[in-house]
Every structure is written in C-alpha cells, then in structure tokens.
C-alpha cells in the first residue's frame, strides 16, 4: 500500500492538482484522499479506479513495480549490453525494486582499451578487478589494479580507465545514482 501512496502522490504533484483538484475529479473527499498519500488508509481498488481514471492512466500502473520485485538475478537472465560507440560490455547484476540505489555490473574491457571520455558526474563509482589489469587515472593520480584490487572514489573527481593489456579485463563495477 506504501508504495501505491506515494506513487498517487507523485502523479498528483507531477500533474500540478492540489487535493482538492483530485477530489473533484474522483468524488473521494480531501480528507481520505489524504489519508491514502500519508498511507494511513487502505483503499478499495473502486477507488483505485476512479484515480486512476483522473490521472488518465491504467490501473496496472499501480501494481508494477510491487509484482515485478525481483531480488535474485539469475546467470540465464543477465544479457550483455554495450553503449553505443563502445565496445565495453556491461551485463546488470541488480535486482528490481523500487528506489534501489546503486547498480551493480559486471564489466568486460576488450585489449588495449583506452576509456578517452574524461567526465565527473553526481555519485560514487567502486570497481573490483576479477581478471587483467586496468590503469584508473583519478584526477591526476594513476592507478595500476591487477586482479583482486579494488578502487572506490567518488564520481565528481574527473576520471578515464584503461585496458593496457593484450587481453580483456574484467570488473565489477558498483555505481551510485542509479545511470542504465
């Protein structure tokens, strides 16, 4: 119920109606439109509909997320994805709920792979070597990582990474916001 509360309570912000604006659409009164945003009332799916109908949008939007928890994340259902331009594949290792916070992957680097974006962005970035050598440059500091190192530093210090070997590397990678 938590998570129907505040997904009613975003819809309504994000659309700009007071509550007031929300019960003249539905014909629930203010008070227990209220009460269902702080969650301290249970709501009959009747009613569910008929907010559901003000936002213009389908019933099932409120149930998503709640059936499609998923914790454990199973080899035969991670798929390996690249960034366009890039031939780095990533492969997600997160499992799905609402605000999840970081994202965990498992990252390949092909040989002699030099990452030439230099960027600082919002977050933290930890990377763990499982196989090869990766050399970070944090600012202007250079890190040689074999494998089992590990390096962990926050995403506002402009960073690149590289594959100097003749073999591809292999990280696990965990970042925060949340980016794929």
Same mark, same amino acid.
């Given at each position: ?29 203010? =008070? ?8 301290? =009332? ?9 907010? =559901? ?22 080899? =035969? ?104």
């Amino acid at each position: 119920m938590e998570d129907i509360s505040k997904k009613i309570k975003s819809l309504r912000l994000e659309k700009e109606m007071t509550l007031k604006d929300l019960g003249e659409e539905t014909g629930l009164s203010v =008070s227990f439109l209220s009460q269902i945003e702080r969650g301290n =009332s249970s709501l009959a799916i009747t009613s569910l509909k008929k907010i =559901s109908d003000a936002f213009n949008i389908n019933i099932t939007y409120f149930f998503r997320e709640i059936e499609n928890y998923n914790f454990a994340v199973r080899e =035969s259902e991670q798929k390996p994805f690249k960034l366009e331009g890039s031939n780095v594949q990533h492969i997600r290792l997160a499992g799905k709920f609402p605000e999840r916070k970081m994202e965990p992957m498992l990252v390949t680097v092909p040989p002699n792979k030099l990452f030439v974006e230099r960027y600082s962005h919002p977050g933290e970035e930890f990377y763990h070597v499982i196989k090869g050598t990766i050399i970070f440059r944090v600012e202007e500091k250079e890190y040689i990582l074999n494998k089992g190192d590990s390096i962990h530093f926050p995403s506002e210090k402009v960073h690149e990474w590289k594959n100097p070997m003749n073999e591809e590397a292999v990280l696990l990678s965990v970042l925060t916001p949340i980016i794929f």
